[in-house]
């Protein structure tokens, strides 16, 4: 289990050109060794910096695989959905077929949505019992919650399943579907993309400090992978030994 790599630049802007850049650097060297590219995004943030980014880059989006880290358990036209954010702000523009796209299905229950999500899962990752995503893209809240999973919450400790309901999410809405660590922790690459001076003091405590109970994102450490954070100067500058 490595160490987390840690870079930071000068601006936002920067910070989403960078993460785009380790995404489709990441795709096309997947693509030229197994001909295909798997990718997690989640949503806040992270679609923002994402959207921006990809649409301009250069890539065979036939051979994409797209899950979603995390996604809110609410009809396609509300705001919170992040498949509709991708839908509109990337899918739309790039030549990436709809049918390599998983969106959570928001017209079953939660809990059998996280089922048909583990169903969808397995359809891409057909050899792993555990997914072995090539990329995972992960934001961070204020809380330190990353996915769907937040401090002291029981699915912390879920061991068994590689994908779960949660209906108590303490940040809206209440009903989710989100990776869980053992996924998480069997990527290749995790990387994290925070920003913003409102964000330093939990970058702080996730990053530097070990003591007492982890927080969820500083849980994220893949066993035979990496995890990278890319921050801007606001969202860094509380650390202390960058
Ligand atoms: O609720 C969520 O929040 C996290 C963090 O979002 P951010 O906007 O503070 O970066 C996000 O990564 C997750 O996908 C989302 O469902």
């Known amino acids: 289990m490595a160490a987390p790599i840690i870079e930071v630049f000068s601006t936002e802007e920067e910070v989403s050109q960078k993460l785009c850049q380790l995404v489709v650097t990441r795709a096309n060297a997947a693509i ?41 358990h609410v009809p396609f036209d509300d705001p919170e959905c992040t498949f509709t954010i991708y839908k509109e702000n990337l899918l739309s523009k790039v030549p990436l077929p709809e049918v ?23 359809s891409v990752f057909t050899t792993d019992p555990v997914p072995r995503f090539d990329v995972l893209v992960l934001g961070m809240g204020p809380d330190g919650h990353t996915c769907s999973l937040f401090p002291g919450h029981p699915l912390l400790k879920e061991t ?24 998480i922790n069997n990527a290749k690459c995790a990387v994290f993309a925070s920003c913003g001076s409102a964000k330093a003091d939990i970058v702080q405590k996730v990053l530097e400090d070990t003591s007492g109970e982890l927080l ?24 202390k030994k960058v």
């Open 160 to 183: 068994n399943q590689i994908a779960a309901a949660i209906s108590d999410s303490p940040k809206p809405p209440p009903k989710r579907v989100t990776l869980t660590f053992p996924t």
């Open 216 to 239: 969820p994102a500083a849980r994220v450490r893949p066993v035979k992978g990496e995890v990278i954070w890319f921050l801007d100067k606001g969202a860094a500058s509380k650390l």
């Open 100 to 122: 390599n796209v998983f969106p959570l299905n928001p017209d079953i229950s939660v809990e059998e949505a996280a089922e048909d999500y583990v169903r969808k899962l397995y």
């Open 32 to 72: 030229e060794s197994k001909g295909l590219f798997t990718v997690g995004f989640s949503g806040g943030s992270a679609a923002k910096f994402l959207c921006s980014g990809l649409p301009k880059c250069n890539t065979d989006w036939s051979k994409w695989r797209v899950f979603f880290c995390d996604e809110r």
